[in-house]
């Protein structure tokens, strides 16, 4: 017999064997067994009120990570940090040449000590063709009163004249020498008054005299110098105040107390406004984390947050909330400012809000299982069946859910070990 054909057929013996040294087992497994029941607690649906609250996660990073870059373009002189240098408030950074710049100063100071000698010149010149005027219309007042009083006077002397004429025209006759002599003295007082009285009538009609317009025009062009010079002093010093600023900002300063985490320029490159030379991150902190469109009505600035980790609770109040969602995750940021060293940079912390209080369907947190979606389940026929469900709020260790019903018996212990199907044997129905 071939060799090959011995070996099939002892295979094939040892085969047999083994199926019936194996099969009674199996049978004797089929009789032993007896179906596995969990034992459960449940809680019974109904609708409770509960002020509920916002939780998420939030991470730590510094408040603002300041650029700081010369406002002015220069060569870079000296850099007097380094990466990991704790900073504070106007420490100097860095400084660029500085040559232009104070001879700028110096040019503008020159410009504005001449131009406050040439307002001061121009005062003094005022105020002398001010004298003049004023001069110039006491004395035109006091020629006026000069002719008003002429005329008075020779008024007076024409009612006298007249007076006597009246008089010996009455005693002595018309044709007398002496009433002749009187009349020609009266024609004489009479033509006087009319002199004087058109002279003080012409001078009230033409006003001011050629000397108190020409005094005026000279100090009104006077007084329009010294507009024109406290322009020039005005302009010379705002120039003073920008070689100043330009004369300051060839230093940078530190604007914000933190952290240097790099520092970009280097000495003798050329610094522009548009390049930071250092970067620093600063001590203060802020918490961001995101939140979901449905939660942004609820949420508004000042709105108290309590920001908290294993070893340290802050209470704060939300600062920021972004307008617009971030196009991947699609959630809006809120930022939480936050103390100095109040957390470690990078880290995760937990944040709560509280809110209003909500009624609805509120489960233990333990109870909401997780396989990519939330789901619980519930006893029916002494089975558990996985239910869908979607979270909708949270409060402390509760979570308020949809997709239940009332007087629904949702699994809230043993559910570590149920599949869907799994009898179960209720223990404990609070």
């Given at each position: 017999m071939k060799p090959w054909?011995?070996?099939?057929?002892?295979?094939?013996?040892?085969?047999?064997?083994?199926?019936?040294?194996?099969?009674?087992?199996?049978?004797?497994?089929?009789?032993?067994?007896?179906?596995?029941?969990?034992?459960v607690e449940t809680l019974t649906v109904s609708e409770s009120a509960f002020e509920e609250s916002y939780r998420s996660v939030a991470f730590i990073s510094p408040k603002t990570i300041t650029q700081a870059a010369f406002?002015?373009?220069?060569?870079?002189?000296?850099?007097?940090?380094?990466?990991?240098d704790r900073?504070?408030?106007?420490?100097?950074?860095?400084?660029?040449?500085?040559?232009q710049s104070r001879l700028q100063l110096q040019n503008s100071k020159e410009a504005y000590a001449n131009a406050q000698f040439n307002?001061?010149?121009?005062?003094?010149?005022?105020e002398t063709e001010k004298r003049l005027y004023d001069e110039a219309v006491v004395a035109d007042e006091a020629r006026l009163n000069e002719l008003r009083v002429e005329q008075l006077s020779a008024k007076q002397r024409r009612d006298d004249a007249l007076s006597t004429y009246?008089?010996?025209?009455?005693?002595?006759?018309?044709?007398s020498p002496t009433t002749q002599a009187s009349l020609v003295a009266y024609n004489q007082a009479e033509l006087e008054y009319q002199i004087a009285t058109t002279q003080y009538e012409t001078a009230l009609e033409n006003g001011e005299s050629n000397d108190v317009l020409i005094a005026r025009s000279r100090y009104n062009a006077a007084q329009s110098n010294v507009n024109a010079n406290q322009t020039q002093v005005n302009i010379a010093r705002n120039n003073v105040t920008q070689a100043e600023n330009n004369l300051e900002n060839t230093t940078l300063r530190a604007s914000v107390n933190g952290t240097v985490v790099r520092v970009v320029g280097n000495v003798n490159e050329l610094a522009t406004p548009l390049a930071p030379v250092v970067v620093i991150a600063s001590d203060d902190l802020k918490a961001i984390f995101g939140v979901p469109f449905q939660w942004l009505p609820s949420l508004y600035l000042n709105q108290p947050i309590k920001v908290f980790n294993s070893t340290n609770s802050i209470d704060a109040v939300i600062t920021s909330i972004a307008p617009l969602p971030d196009q991947t995750s699609r959630t809006y940021e809120i930022g939480v400012d936050l103390a100095a060293q109040s957390f470690a940079i990078g880290s995760s912390v937990s944040i709560e809000i509280a809110l209003n209080?909500?009624?609805?369907v509120w489960l233990p947190i333990t109870s909401i299982m997780n396989d990519g979606q939330p789901y619980v389940y519930v006893v029916e026929d002494d089975r558990a069946i996985k239910r869908r469900i979607a979270l909708i709020g949270f409060n402390n260790t509760d979570v308020r859910v949809e997709g239940l019903s009332a007087n629904e018996v949702v699994i809230i212990n043993g559910v570590k070990s149920l599949r869907s199907g799994t009898a179960v044997k209720v223990v404990n129905q609070p």
């Open positions: 054909i011995v070996k099939s057929i002892i295979v094939s013996v040892l085969a047999a064997l083994a199926f019936f040294l194996i099969s009674p087992l199996f049978d004797q497994e089929e009789e032993d067994f007896v179906e596995r029941v969990v034992a406002q002015n373009v220069g060569t870079i002189t000296q850099i007097n940090v380094k990466e990991g900073v504070v408030v106007n420490q100097v950074l860095a400084r660029i040449d500085d040559e307002l001061q010149s121009a005062q003094s010149n005022a009246e008089t010996n025209l009455e005693t002595l006759g018309q044709n209080e909500i009624s609805g």
